[in-house]
């Protein structure tokens, strides 16, 4: 594993420092929405040269490869100061989208508004946009004053939250080359297997309580509450013998379709009963699906991951589905270098109070 700091420039970047054998306390993470997310680390560092990262190396381009594999990429953003160390933390790329607020109105689909945005008020990000996949519902700015004069970050979040019509589960990342992404789920192809041998602590928990398999969408036409009908699944509510509605807030101003989208995705996303995370870490080795072992480093997040001894397999492993047993989509990642482990979040986020809490703070 390599870590090299750059400087800024991004278009011809310059090798300031090699960092390789000057880390420790290595900890980098990737997540859904954002792609490459916190990296923090400790340099033994005399008194001079630390004031030197202090003064000079904000905003410094940090990479972290292994052999030809990028593992993490960001911004230098935070530096602290203690008694012959340098404490530093990079955000990925996706902090770029959180530099300039964005005031102009719109009424496109989210792909096109992400596009936009981007050429707009995110110079950091390259300008290949080949892999923004197109969704298929306009979404209106004047909705509602919150769509408005807010960082990309938060438009991003707000515009997926729609899906489209093929009620799919929508995440943004900017990964490998500060290149942006737009995709739809697909956990039809595992990218990982493990057994349960390769983690170092695994325990997940199944909350009946996060199951919605109906719901309805309040939102305003010219002003005027109104409410979608309900969507159903009739399957969810069979198996489990039991019907619980969500109701959506407000959405402000939107077209009845675009409610109706929103309605649809929820229900798809949450007819079924799936893990909520606790803890489930990695050691240090991960398999493809050929068997060939790899650092668990390179997981990330968008990947699916199959624990193939956790539970009895009553088909072949090939036919894949997130089944909430033994096949997770992740979208948290946290590798911890000195460690050699990886703490993984499967698709579903965590309900407890602190990670609640860590989530409103961070907004």
Not at 248 to 264: C, F, H, K, M, Y
Request: with cysteine.
């Amino acid at each position: 594993m390599e870590i090299k700091l750059y400087n800024r420039d991004l278009a011809t970047p310059e090798l300031v420092e090699d960092l390789t054998y000057q880390v420790e306390r290595l900890r980098f993470s990737t997540k859904y929405h954002g792609g490459y997310n916190i990296c923090s680390f400790r340099l033994k560092k005399d008194l001079p040269h630390a004031w030197e990262w202090i003064t000079d190396k904000m905003f410094y381009r940090l990479v972290i490869t292994d052999v030809t594999k990028t593992l993490w990429e960001g911004r230098v953003e935070d530096i602290g100061l203690s008694i012959g160390e340098v404490v530093v933390t990079a955000y990925g790329y996706f902090a770029n989208l959180s530099d300039i607020p964005y005031y102009t109105a719109y009424n496109a689909n989210a792909d096109v508004i992400i596009k936009a945005v981007l050429t707009a008020n995110c110079a950091q990000i390259s300008a290949d946009q080949t892999n923004i996949a197109a969704t298929d519902i306009a979404i209106d700015s004047a909705a509602a004053d919150s769509y408005l004069d807010i960082y990309p970050q938060a438009i991003v979040e707000k515009v997926l939250a729609f899906s489209d019509s093929t009620f799919g589960k929508w995440y943004f990342g900017i990964w490998e080359d500060r290149v942006p992404y737009l995709i739809k789920r697909d956990d039809s192809t595992v990218n990982w297997r493990v057994s349960l041998a390769d983690f170092t602590k695994f325990n997940l928990k199944h909350r009946a309580g996060n199951l919605w398999n109906a719901a309805y969408t309040v939102y305003r036409i010219a002003g005027v509450l109104s409410r979608t009908a309900d969507a159903d699944d009739t399957t969810s509510q069979t198996h489990y013998g039991l019907e619980r509605k969500k109701v959506i807030p407000d959405l402000g101003e939107v077209a009845a379709g675009s409610a109706q989208a929103a309605r649809n995705a929820w229900v798809q996303d949450n007819k079924d009963i799936w893990p909520r995370l606790t803890d489930m870490v990695l050691g240090d080795t991960i398999y493809d699906t050929n068997g060939k072992a790899f650092p668990s480093s390179w997981l990330r997040a968008g990947e699916v991951l199959s624990v193939i001894d956790l539970v009895p397999s009553t088909s072949d492993l090939d036919t894949v589905a997130r089944d909430a047993l033994r096949t997770y989509y992740i979208i948290e990642t946290e590798y911890d270098m000195d460690r050699a482990e990886m703490r993984i979040t499967p698709d579903k986020e965590s309900t407890r109070l602190d990670t609640l809490l860590a989530k409103l703070v961070r907004e």
